[in-house]
């Protein structure tokens, strides 16, 4: 029963992350467009958005890991190379979570600043992180 009750938990906690991670993507991508207009209330957006990522990305982040952690103990995981495969790409992903909330932080303090132009990707990058992780943990090719 703890096994199924930590791996729900584990899924709500990597759901809310990936979510967070796809609007701050999108922000992101809306952010460093060339030659968009500047709207009147955009550093109360970024502020949102960086309060967001606090609240709520950043926890449902850390709460994964950590029932991720818990469910790789209780299966004897450790040793199967799926799960390696399967952290790397979840270490990427919070690298990448890093560096988005690394920006907004910056876009706050210095609202004329241009965000990375590699951030614009962080979209395609998390759905396709997200897309080999489900195949590993469901098919667990090696």
Request: charged share 15%; proline share 5%.
């Amino acid at each position: 029963m703890s096994y199924l009750l930590f791996k729900s938990l584990h899924i709500v906690a990597v759901i809310t992350w990936m979510g967070g991670m796809v609007l701050s993507s999108a922000a992101m991508l809306w952010l460093a467009t060339a030659n968009r207009p500047r709207i009147e209330h955009e550093t109360e957006i970024v502020a949102a958005l960086k309060r967001w990522d606090s609240r709520v990305t950043s926890p449902a982040m850390g709460l994964a890991w950590i029932f991720g952690i818990v469910i790789a103990v209780e299966g004897d995981w450790f040793s199967q190379p799926w799960l390696h495969a399967k952290l790397a790409l979840v270490i990427a992903l919070s690298a990448l979570h890093g560096n988005l909330s690394a920006s907004f932080r910056r876009l706050q303090a210095d609202p004329g600043r241009e965000p990375p132009g590699y951030l614009t990707y962080s979209g395609v990058l998390t759905l396709a992180a997200i897309v080999g992780i489900v195949f590993l943990v469901v098919l667990k090719p090696f």
